[in-house]
C-alpha cells in the first residue's frame, strides 16, 4: 500500500559526509512527519532527526550541528545530510513516515534499513 526506498548509505572514513534519502510512494494522501531512526549492533533503535510537513526539524543532541534533516513534500521524500561522521554513527538507519492513506487511514511505515559504517 505504501513504500518506502531509501539509499545513500555505505562506507565512509571518519569525518567523512553522507547523504541518505528515502522515497515514499503509494496510497498516500497526506505524509505528516517524516525521520530517521537508527539502531547499533547491541542498542536499541533510536530516533536521529524528524522533521514535520512544515519543516520544522528536530534532531537527538548527539548529531546537532552534523546531520541535516530535509524533505521535499513534491516528491514525498526526506533527506539526511550526514557530516563530521565518526564511529559512533555507524548504524543501520530507518527512514519512518506518518501519513494519511487515501483511504484516510493514519499509518507508519518503515524502510527496509541501510546500513552507514563509519571506519578508516
Known amino acids: 500500500q505504501v513504500h518506502l526506498v531509501e539509499s545513500g548509505g555505505g562506507l565512509v572514513q571518519p569525518g567523512g559526509s553522507l547523504t541518505l534519502s528515502c522515497a515514499a510512494s503509494?496510497?498516500?494522501?497526506?505524509?505528516?512527519?517524516m525521520g530517521w531512526y537508527r539502531q547499533a549492533p547491541g542498542k536499541e533503535r533510536e530516533l536521529v532527526a524528524d522533521i514535520t510537513s512544515g519543516g520544522s526539524p528536530n534532531y537527538v543532541d548527539s548529531v546537532k550541528g552534523r546531520f541535516t534533516i530535509s524533505r521535499d513534500n513534491a516528491k514525498n521524500t526526506v533527506y539526511l545530510q550526514m557530516n563530521s561522521l565518526n564511529a559512533e554513527d555507524t548504524a543501520v538507519y530507518y527512514c519512518?513516515?506518518?501519513?494519511?492513506?487515501?483511504?484516510?487511514?493514519?499509518?507508519?511505515?518503515w524502510g527496509q534499513g541501510t546500513l552507514v559504517s563509519v571506519s578508516s
Open positions: 519512518n513516515v506518518r501519513l494519511v492513506t487515501w483511504r484516510l487511514s493514519k499509518i507508519e511505515s
Open positions: 503509494g496510497s498516500i494522501f497526506r505524509i505528516n512527519t
